[in-house]
């Protein structure tokens, strides 16, 4: 099971900071995602991170930091200067699968466990 919290409503420009608790089985070996979805529009790759290396997508590199911690079996997200485009429901997930890459990572199709979503909204 996974639980996303940290949401919340913040300005432009400001920061915010995700957490993804992850129970009932040990999540360090896996790939761990979060992806987003904004009103009317699909579920998009954000970032990744597998034991050793980590992933994000163009819209917000150099902004979001990716990161865990096993001994917590929790995974952050934590997002600086913050847009109104980043405005959307965010959502971790795990990918068990001991393959892991740039082509997989960002396929949320291949990840095997989904948390419920936790709201961003960026105020303009």
């Known amino acids: 099971q996974l639980q996303a919290s940290g949401g919340g409503l913040v300005q432009t420009g400001g920061s915010l900071r995700l957490s993804c608790a992850a129970s009932?089985?040990?999540?360090?070996?896996?790939?761990m995602g979060w992806f987003r979805q904004a009103p009317g529009k699909e579920r998009e790759f954000v970032a990744a991170?597998?034991?050793?290396?980590?992933y994000y997508a163009d819209s917000v590199k150099g902004r979001f930091t990716i990161s865990r911690d096993n001994a917590k079996n929790t995974v952050y997200l934590q997002m600086s200067s913050l847009k109104p485009e980043d405005t959307a429901v965010y959502y971790c997930?795990?990918?068990?699968?001991?393959?892991?890459?740039?082509?997989?990572?960002?396929?949320?199709?291949?990840?095997?466990?989904w948390g419920q979503g936790t709201q961003v909204t960026v105020s303009s």
């Open positions: 997930a795990a990918d068990s699968s001991v393959v892991t890459g740039t082509t997989r990572a960002p396929r949320a199709q291949n990840y095997d466990y």
């Open positions: 009932g089985r040990t999540f360090s070996s896996y790939t």
């Open positions: 991170i597998s034991w050793t290396t980590t």
